[in-house]
């Protein structure tokens, strides 16, 4: 595939979306943000980059002097991941610091491009039985993934690349979104 044709899927792709979907996971973080409850953000390798960029765009870019700042965390932290990874194993990697750290009606955003990462699904297993709210953004056919959540936002594509790049999209839509929101 070249470059022309790499784009040219990826602008077919824009006008697949579940746009339905990207707007009810805007009304989750408005309603989490109004009451002061906190977003945890996970997924791994280039989702976790991508959850680390979203939850920068959250915690920085949408503080406004007449609304309630978003309280988000990654579990990412290295050592707590690499601890977690090294004593419990790589699926424990997400849960057990969501575990600590997160309260009902809270929201959990698994992050996973296949749908099936074993350790986001845990975590998000344990997230809804927590009681917080949970988002999985995925891709493919959504995976293990689209069935555990509250709310699933599949990319409706099988090219790793393409949904990838449509995750870091969406997100930045939903960020310009809570954006508009009165200051």
């Known amino acids: ?50 959850a680390s960029h979203f939850a920068c765009d959250l915690g920085k870019g949408t503080v406004a002097e007449k609304r ?35 309260r009902p009606g809270d929201v959990a955003v698994g992050i996973s491009a296949s749908g099936n990462s074993p350790n986001v699904l845990r975590a998000l297993e344990a997230a809804r039985e927590m009681g917080l709210r949970t988002v999985g953004i995925t891709g493919y056919q959504g995976g293990k993934l689209r069935e555990l959540v509250e709310l699933c936002i599949v990319v ?18 939903v960020f310009r979104a809570l954006l508009e929101d009165e200051a």
């Open 156 to 173: 409706p594509s099988d090219d790793m690349q393409w949904i990838e790049d449509m995750h870091l999209a969406i997100l930045h839509a």
């Open 68 to 102: 309630p700042r978003f309280r988000v965390v990654t579990l990412h932290d290295i050592a707590t991941f690499s601890a977690y990874a090294n004593d419990c194993g790589y699926e424990a990697v997400f849960v057990e610091p969501l575990k600590s750290l997160a």
């Open 1 to 50: 595939m070249g470059i022309r044709e790499y784009f040219a899927g990826l602008s077919e792709l824009i006008g697949r979306l579940p746009y339905g979907k990207i707007e009810a996971l805007v009304g989750i973080l408005r309603e989490v943000r109004e009451r002061g409850g906190c977003v945890f953000v996970f997924g791994n390798g280039g989702s976790a980059t991508t």
